[in-house]
């Protein structure tokens, strides 16, 4: 499918004014928006850029009722030399077809996903931000349109792609934050949702993440919903430790997420020397390590974060501090590691960034 972009020129003055200012996460979108539609009768069609504006909804629209919905995140970043690349659309537009299919919703083609991905970025090429830490996050969505009542897969869809120019996603920068294991509730159980990136999902950690707030913690650390034993990941991020030198994190399962940011890092975690690893750990037995000092440093990974180093753990209203609480030398090699590939410092051996705009 071919999806022209619009000449973003007219806001361009907007746009150099408005990313030179501190960028919260997820809050200065950018003028213009993709859309695809999707019907029985035409398959995927209509794929156009437009100005943003609200959707036109009937409020029996499916989405509504029954959930059906799914969505990616994914980032351009400007390189130092201007050039501007998005950083594993492909990953993104696979993972979204997965998601598409746990939720019974028509598969969007990778090819058309991506175009609609340049096209944003075409577009908005202006709204891509190069201060360091920053990118235009790209946020695909699909929802279910039709009209109608009864619990089966809509008959129409809608797949659109929002922009915003962002900065870190926690405001504190690259710091120590501090994560409450969650001991009672349960975000993904097996056989459920836990690897579609679909809004239920996060709607179901929501009371958690709040709870978990109101004690000063940044993110909720999620134990298996079987035997609330073993720990999975955080609100926002697949999660890492390093234990006596090397490099760990649980196998993606039926309730974790198969994360984009999380299988760049055991890729390039041997190619920088870091040991790595995936198996599973207890809170009990992750707490001793801790306090016993063989593990040494945790951080979550994630598209919106990259790398966020965890600096305490709450965990029965009790904290355990990892070292001096600070983020740790191989959570600052991988951020890095992983930063230098987004702003083409390092060699990007996997191929992993897609060229859309030339300097």
Known sequence: MI??????????????????????????????????????QQGWHGGKTVPRAALSLDPAAMSLHYGQEVFEGLKAHKQDGGRIVLYQVDAGAERMQRSCERCCMPPLPVEDFIAACDAIVKTERHWVPQKEGSSLYLRPTMIATEPALGVRPADAYLFFVLATATGPYFTKGFSGIRVK???HMV?????????????????????????????????????DAIEHRYIEETGASNVFWVE????FTPPTSETILKGITRDSILKLAPEIGIKVQERRISVDDLIAGIRGGSISEMFGSGTAAVVSPIGEIMMDERLVKLGTGEPGPISKRLLEAVTGIHRGRAPDKFGWCRTVVEP
């Open 181 to 183: 294991v969650e001991k």
């Open 3 to 40: 999806i022209q972009p619009l000449d973003g020129s007219a806001h361009r003055a907007t746009a150099e004014t408005t990313i030179q200012g501190p960028l919260p996460f997820g809050k200065v979108f950018t003028p213009h928006m993709v859309m695809i539609e999707w019907d029985k």
């Open 187 to 223: 975000r993904a159980a097996p056989g459920g949702m836990g690897t579609a990136k679909t809004g239920a999902n996060y709607v179901a950690s929501m009371l958690s993440a709040v709870q978990a707030k109101q004690q000063g913690c940044d993110q909720v650390l999620w134990l």
């Open 244 to 247: 006596k030198g090397t490099l």
